[in-house]
């Protein structure tokens, strides 16, 4: 979906189950309600919004000086038991930078991540007469990327129509269209890889053209340049037709019938590619093949069918209002695939230029069904004590009979006691609520016939140089799962003061996720995937504070807003009798969801004497001073599996937000802040290993052990296989706190009077920037947003704005 702001009348977010619980399945996760602009009888307006952007690389990481670089890597090999890599006359001669081809050193960050354009306009036309109101929009978006060969397009329009049929009865056509297209290099996630695992001493490209390669013969300029290319492209299509019936005054009928298509085809070209030596294009030094072209097309179609009654009734300061009907909805899609290898020339990127034999098909077809039954019944009295129920009754084809129907009820109280008689006299206090609610959601986000043993086609037999094809059951079924059911409890309170300049909002919340769907390991010998199950108990307990500030002294506006956040995650009952590991994270009771699990750490050795005296570690013929002390937590005298445990956790605590608004006689400034206080990523994986010597090019390797360096927070460089460092282990664990400068925009609106003149109703000029800064300890080029501690990924994008928009 494409998010037109210019065209939004109200977003509201639902976040407890009370509110929520009435959109039904899709709701478990929150809700967030976008309404859109609908025509007016006003008259006819045109809005314009466009904006040309610059984006840049937020932050990369830094490289280190040739000098520091060389000797490092000089030093792993000889920590390795090697000779130098690298002789002194070599690294002088880098250092002259009089001969940048035999001795390179290249920032390959700043080589091949480079500014890139955006285009963004978006245009917005509203107007109708008595009985007929429209409201048209188009929005159009054009992105390069920062690496080459990298654009996504966006295109969308949305039509909303309102026709009075009679004075009882409204008419509402709706229509949205959508369409993205994405090209990419094949390789791009091998070049961001091998940009991080290339050496800097490397040449980026020969003057015959020869790409320079790293230790495993690949290029990040080679991926991004004669790699091949993917192309992505999908659409959106919803019809929307509603009628309303006003029967009576207090009695109402609603039908609503809409449509939803979404198509994507994907092509994914991997290129035929020689790689030469810089001497002589004859010399074959490495390659790529076989060439491949691969498709797929995916096509889905829902049809949602609603029919809602409600009814409203206001007596002696008492008001009632109920809702009921029901919802059906119908999905269906299909997939189909290809693929070829050997392709005839990388010009003819298509699967029948590709070789016969060995050529891939695969195709399917789903579908499924949601039956709901739902309800609301609201009342309040003078507007002081409020009362709400909701029901939903759910019935799912995903599941099987007996599984099938799920009822979610949820319940809110509310007592607004700034209208109680006995304050009328505290002017001071413009509002003051106290709310609570408890709900349930259910949740059937499962893959399609898990409750049954389904065959799979696509599984073929080679007898006597013939495929002959086969059919596998490839999911364990299981004919007992049924709906995950989030229980919520909130508990709240608003109030502001002063003729409303400070509004605080605070609450406390309790998310219990009970018979949580998730896919657990089973054993091998059963020969097939597992499928989801009914787990366990997920309970999430957390606290909200908001407090706004805003005012108004003559000409001068300003605002000022603030929240904060914190939740705590654990899995309080699990299915499984012993917890679940999977490589760096385990599912354990008492523990958060997805731990970091590994063994803890205890400083560095220090010396040869220590290692003797310790326990024994995994790869303990390989330890050496300034490698990494692991605790043997059992006293076995034996580091192994057993002395794993829980060492941290990705879930962010303390989420912080703030925002400033102001505005003088035209001119508008706004600036929104963003950020974690508490917070872990994990630097795990090859950009620590010593076998990936290559990376040791950023600052943090600069305060390694060494004899003379006792306390550094890096162990020892060491270019082997010695894998005891590289143990998932909390020495790696590091603070990914963070506060972000998100959006930062400077406006001026001509007066009226001015643009009057020219039959405008008014214009406005911008310029804004986002992710100016970061305030954080996690590397240069890492987003501490990721919870990741390597750079395996775009790095945060920092965009300059330069933006106009005019009304008619």
Known sequence: MILIQMIFASISVLKDAASSAIYGAKAANGVILITTKRGSNKGFSVDYDGYYGIQTPASLPELIGAEDYLNLVNEAFVNAGMLPKYSDEYIQNTLNETDPYNYPYTNFFEELFNPAPVWNHSLNIRGGSENARVAFSFNHLDQDGMLKNVN???????????????????????????????????????????????????????????????????SALAALEVGGMNEFTSSRLNLQTGIEWNIVDELRLKGNLSYKEYNSKNKEFKAEYFFYSPEDKEDIVAQWTPSQIWQNHWISKEIVARLLVDYKKELNGHSFYLLGGFELTDYNASYIAGSRKNVYSNDFQELNMGDVEGMENYGYTEGSGLLSYLGRFNYSFKDRYLFEANVRYDGSSRFAEGHKWGFFPSFSA????????????????????????????????????????????????????????????VYYAN????????????????????????????????????????????????????????????????????????????????????????????????????????????????????????????????????????????NQQD??????????????????????????????????????????????????????????????????????????????????????????????????TNKNNYLYNDFWIRDASYIRLKNIQLGYSIPENIVNKVKLKRTRMYVGITNLFTISKVDAGIDPETYDGRFTAYPPVRTFTFGLQIGL
């Open 152 to 218: 996504s397009k966006r295109n969308g329009f949305r039509l909303n129509t309102d026709f009075d049929l009679n004075k009882k009865i409204t008419l509402s056509i709706n229509a949205s269209f959508n369409t993205r297209t994405n090209k990419q290099p094949n390789k791009l996630n091998d070049a961001i890889a091998n940009i991080v695992g290339t050496s800097p001493a490397t040449v980026l490209k020969y003057p015959n053209g020869a790409y320079g390669l790293n230790k495993d013969n690949k």
């Open 623 to 720: 330890l050496r001073p300034g490698d990494i002390k692991l605790v043997d937590l059992n006293g076995d005298g034996e580091i192994n599996d057993d002395d794993r445990t829980v060492i941290g956790s990705t879930i962010p605590r303390y989420t912080i937000g703030a925002n400033i608004n102001v505005e003088y006689k035209g001119f508008d400034f706004s600036a929104v802040f963003q950020g974690v206080l508490k917070a872990e990523n994990y630097f795990y994986g090859e950009i620590n290993e010593g076998p990936n010597y290559e990376v040791f090019s950023t600052p943090r390797v600069l305060d390694r052990w060494t004899p003379e360096n006792p306390g550094a927070t890096f162990p020892r460089l060491e270019a082997s």
């Open 414 to 473: 509310g007592w607004v006691i700034s209208n109680e008689s006995f304050m009328e006299s505290v002017d001071f206090v413009s509002n003051l609520k106290l709310r609570a609610s408890w709900g349930q959601l259910g949740n059937q986000n499962i893959g399609l016939y898990r409750f049954t043993s389904t065959v799979y086609s696509n599984y073929g037999y080679n007898f006597n140089d013939t495929e002959v094809s086969g059919y596998s059951q």
């Open 479 to 618: 004919s007992d799962i049924t709906w995950e059911t989030s229980e919520m409890t909130n508990i709240g309170i608003d109030f502001s003061l002063l003729n409303n300049k400070i509004e605080v909002t605070a609450d406390w919340f309790k998310k219990d996720t009970k018979d949580v769907l998730l896919v657990l390991p089973i054993s091998p010998i059963v020969g097939l995937s597992p499928s989801e199950i009914n787990a366990g108990v997920i309970t999430n307990t957390g606290w909200e504070l908001s407090i706004t500030h805003k005012n108004k002294i003559k000409d001068f506006f300003y605002s000022v807003g603030f929240n904060i956040s914190d939740v705590k995650n654990e899995l309080t009952d699990f299915a499984q009798s012993e917890p679940s590991i999977g490589g760096w994270t385990i599912l354990k009771e008492g523990e958060p969801v997805y731990a970091l699990y590994g063994y803890k750490s205890d400083g560095l050795f220090q010396s040869q004497e220590e290692i003797d005296a310790h326990a024994t570690q995994p």
